[in-house]
Nanobody
């Protein structure tokens, strides 16, 4: 069993930056690939970014590519999402998640085993 805890959300103006963190209060993250999803009110949960188990491969959703950077720290048993040049349409609850299934399914929420409780990110115009 792994329990994930996100932190770092908040309110920021358009063009600003935030850094989200994901830590395991129980268990290890190091045997899973890691991803971030987000969900805006009334919308489905959307893929944001994923990073491989070893951390050498990253993948981004089209709307955040070039602005967001996913990373992980095996020694700290944690991960992060650096978000730059934020836009109002980035406003959502952001979820950290880890999975052990097929990497080819990484954009699908069903590929993941454990989820954090989410952290709110609000970008004002």
């Amino acid at each position: 069993q792994v329990q994930l805890v996100e932190s770092g959300g908040g309110l920021v103006q358009a063009g600003g930056s935030l850094r989200l963190s994901c830590a395991a209060s129980e268990g290890t993250l190091n045997i899973y690939y890691m991803a971030w999803f987000r969900q805006a009110p009334g919308k489905e949960r959307d893929f944001v970014a994923a990073i491989s188990m070893a951390g050498g491969t990253t993948y981004y959703g089209g709307t955040v590519k070039g602005r967001f950077t996913i990373s992980r720290d095996h020694a700290q048993n944690s991960g992060a999402l650096q978000m730059d040049n934020l836009k109002p349409e980035d406003t959502a609850v952001y979820y950290c998640t880890i999975g052990s299934g097929r990497w080819s399914k990484k954009e699908q929420p069903t590929a993941y085993d454990y989820w954090g409780q989410g952290t709110q990110v609000t970008v004002s115009s």
